[in-house]
C-alpha cells in the first residue's frame, strides 16, 4: 500500500539522499493557491541543497511517498476534501481508499517505512496548554521512528516546558542547530535550554548514524531556529495566542479541529504575518533537512 514515486524509489535504491515532507501544510495550512506555491516551495528548497524531495500523502487509499507536480496540484486544489491523519488514523484510509493529508507522526512512520532518514516540518506537535494529559502522538512516533526531524521546535501554542520534558522522558534525542534553546516556532528563544548543540551537519550525521545503526533507537528532533528577519518576537505573538486559545475554549473547539482554528485565529490577529513567518521557517527546515540528508549520504558504509 506505499508506492514510491520513481524519482523517490530510485533515489533510495542508488543512496542518494532523501527528505520527506508533509502534507498537512498543503492540505489544511493555506487557502489555494498559496499552499501550491509553498508546496513547491519547499520541494525546491530541497533540491537547492541536494537532495531528492518526498511529500507524503494518502491518495484514494495508497500512501504516496513522492508526489509529482499533478500529485501536488490535487492535494493543494482539493485541500480540505483530504482529512488530517496521524499514524493512527492511516489504517482506516488504507482499508476505505480514502484521501488524507499526512501530519508529523503520519509522515515520519511513513517515511522511517520506506527507509527515508531525514523530514522537515514546520512544527511538531507536543503537550497543550492548560491539559497535560492532552498529548499529541508526535512525540510518541518520534521516540520509536529512527528519523530526523527538523523543524523550528514545537508550535508555539503548546506547553513548551512540558513538551520539552515529554520528549526526555520518551527518550527522543533533541538538538539544537545554530541554538542552545529549544525555538518557539515564530521565536528563535524560548528560554528553555537544550543539554546538546550541533552546528556542524556531518557531526550530526554521525550521532544519528550511530543512535540507529549501532544503538537501535529512534527518533532525532533537529531544533532549527526560524530565520532572525522573519522572527515575530515572543512579547508580541505570545498574547495573540493566548487570545486564540480563549477563543477556542469559549467555542469548545478540541481535538485535530484545535489547530487549524488557533492557526488562522493567529493569522487573522497579525495580518497574516503569522503565515509568513511559517512559509519562512517551514523552507530554511527544508533546506537544513536537505543538507542534512546529503552528510548521511556521504557516511562511509561497511
Known amino acids: 500500500m506505499i508506492r514510491l514515486a520513481p524519482e523517490v524509489g530510485d533515489a533510495l535504491h542508488a543512496g542518494v539522499p532523501v527528505v520527506a515532507l508533509e502534507s498537512t501544510i498543503v492540505a489544511h495550512g493555506l487557502p489555494w493557491p498559496d499552499n501550491l506555491d509553498v508546496a513547491r516551495e519547499l520541494e525546491a528548497a530541497v533540491r537547492a541543497h541536494g537532495a531528492v524531495p518526498a511529500t507524503i500523502a494518502v491518495v484514494r487509499g495508497e500512501i504516496r511517498v513522492g508526489l509529482d507536480d499533478a500529485g501536488l496540484d490535487e492535494l493543494a486544489r482539493r485541500g480540505a476534501e483530504f482529512r488530517k491523519a496521524g499514524a493512527a488514523d492511516l489504517a482506516v484510509h488504507l482499508a476505505r481508499s480514502t484521501d488524507a493529508a499526512t501530519t508529523v507522526s503520519a509522515t515520519a512512520a511513513i517515511a522511517a517505512r520506506a527507509g527515508i532518514r531525514v523530514f522537515a516540518t514546520g512544527g511538531i506537535g507536543g503537550v497543550h496548554r492548560g491539559d497535560a494529559a492532552d498529548v499529541s502522538h508526535d512525540l510518541a512516533v518520534l521516540a520509536r521512528a529512527p528519523v530526523a526531524v527538523v523543524s523550528a521546535g514545537a508550535k508555539a501554542l503548546l506547553d513548551l516546558p512540558r513538551t520539552l520534558e515529554t520528549l526526555e522522558t520518551l527518550g527522543v534525542l533533541v538538538v539544537g542547530h545554530e541554538t542552545d534553546e529549544l525555538p518557539a516556532f515564530y521565536s528563535r528563544r524560548s528560554g528553555l535550554a537544550l543539554d546538546h548543540r550541533i552546528d556542524d551537519l556531518a557531526v550530526l550525521a554521525r550521532v544519528c548514524d550511530v543512535r540507529w545503526r549501532e544503538l537501535g533507537q529512534g527518533g ?79 557516511l562511509p558504509r561497511a
Open 220 to 298: 532525532v528532533l533537529v531544533c532549527n531556529p526560524i530565520p532572525a528577519a522573519a522572527e515575530i518576537p515572543a512579547e508580541t505573538i505570545e498574547p495573540v495566542i493566548a487570545a486564540a486559545l480563549a477563543d477556542a475554549a469559549l467555542r469548545a473547539v478540541t481535538g485535530k479541529a484545535l489547530t487549524p482554528f488557533l492557526l488562522a485565529r493567529i493569522a487573522e490577529a497579525t495580518a497574516g504575518a503569522s503565515v509568513r513567518a511559517n512559509r519562512a521557517l517551514a523552507a530554511h527546515d527544508a533546506a537544513v533537512a536537505a543538507r542534512l540528508a546529503v552528510a548521511l549520504a556521504a
